[in-house]
């Protein structure tokens, strides 16, 4: 026979127990709580909870047992371990949740986010150095044993983040250099020295602007990229299981790319360079009517040595700092696809942040070497 859920009080030689019976399930307990709280919620007397008599017992029914031991300061006898299990496991998960959030001083919130800022940016980036330092140790190792390396996806990362590139960094570049054209013979006109304009985008090109515009899109592009296929891949469980059967993910995911970054770079840093001093040559041309033949004779006079070493010197750099950071977001994501998402959008902003901050140094450095 069904029994709906029910208690009594006995007492018996001095000592006061609840008995409860029936079945506390959700479909059974009916009103019962709401009678045990106002029969016994607050009475001390009671020694023990017993729950012997009990049929069947859910997580309602625990619930109540607990709000009842809460209430009582009563130790609970007779319970099944399962019951028990039950009622403990309610217990630690029936805490006060706050709906609101506590009332805040703007000053204690604006300081203690920006603490909560820097304590994490300096988490990424020690992560970010830990994960340098692994690839650096993971490359010598290479270097030992020539026959792990991957080259299969050492070249299928030459042809992602290099060949496929080609297209939109030389379009972008080459207007680019129309840009710095136009807008440097716009101003240097109001001093009656067009002619100057051949030293501004020659020299922003190869030194500076070339490189730095392919880096910013290489880490749009390519580190995206890295940091979403590794960030899905740590979703499917794929590289736990490369760790299971004794495939390093260092090598398999993060050297090739970090190697077809870095090596690629400089290349299309070049590559980016002449055509941003094709675009300003073709507005010269046209707007400035310089012959192209002057124009490639004043490059060959203002373009000194040190710019293209200044350039192929930051190029690795720039391009193993982007590989780097999209890797280390991509084996950053747990938990859900939002992650995937997150860590990309993370991946390109901090690999933009750290080319600029690295580009900024280089400048100070070879100014002061007399690389002017």
């Not at 709906?4 to 079945?23: Q, S």
């Not at 016994?40 to 009990?54: F, Y």
């Not at 899905?232 to 299981?241: C, G, P, Q, R, W």
């Not at 959008?345 to 750290?354: P, Y």
Request: proline share 3%; glycine share 12%.
């Amino acid at each position: 026979m069904t029994m709906v859920a029910d208690f009594a009080v006995e007492k018996a030689e001095g000592r006061t127990t609840l008995r409860l019976f029936g079945r506390y399930t959700l479909a059974r307990i009916g009103g019962v709580h709401d009678r045990l709280m106002a029969d016994v919620g607050g009475d001390r007397s009671i020694a023990e909870i017993d729950l012997s008599a009990i049929e069947r017992i859910d997580t309602v029914g625990a619930w109540v047992v607990g709000r009842l031991v809460a209430s009582t300061g009563a130790r609970v006898v007779g319970a099944s371990p399962e019951a028990r299990l039950l009622i403990e496991a309610v217990e630690r998960a029936d805490q006060p949740v706050t709906i609101r959030p506590d009332r805040v001083h703007p000053f204690v919130r604006v300081v203690s986010d920006i603490g909560g800022s820097v304590r994490g940016n300096l988490a990424e980036l020690a992560g970010l150095l830990a994960l340098f330092g692994g690839t650096i140790l993971s490359g010598l190792a290479l270097l030992r044993h020539p026959g792990r390396i991957r080259w299969s996806a050492v070249v299928t990362r030459f042809e992602a983040v290099g060949l496929h590139a080609l297209g939109i960094v030389g379009l972008m570049s080459f207007l680019i250099g129309i840009v710095i054209a136009q807008q440097g013979a716009t101003q240097l006109r109001q001093f009656g020295m067009e002619i100057f304009t051949i030293n501004l985008v020659g020299r922003a090109s190869i030194r500076e602007l070339g490189l730095l515009m392919t880096a910013i899109m290489v880490a749009g592009r390519s580190g995206s990229a890295f940091a979403a296929q590794i960030g899905t891949m740590k979703l499917t469980e794929e590289v736990d299981a490369m760790r299971t059967i004794g495939v390093s993910p260092m090598e398999a995911l993060v050297l090739p790319r970090v190697i077809a970054t870095t090596l690629m770079m400089p290349l299309l840093g070049f590559y980016a360079s002449i055509a941003a001093i094709l675009g300003g040559g073709l507005f010269c041309w046209i707007g400035l009517e310089i012959p192209p033949l002057t124009y490639v004779q004043r490059l060959r006079e203002i373009i000194p040595m040190t710019d293209l070493w200044a350039m192929l010197i930051k190029a690795p750099v720039f391009g193993m700092i982007v590989a780097v950071t999209g890797c280390y977001h991509g084996l950053q994501v747990k938990g859900n696809a939002e992650q995937v998402g997150r860590r990309t959008t993370a991946a390109v902003v901090q690999g933009i942040f750290l080319v600029i901050v690295l580009d900024a140094f280089f400048a100070v450095f070879f100014t002061s070497i007399g690389w002017e």
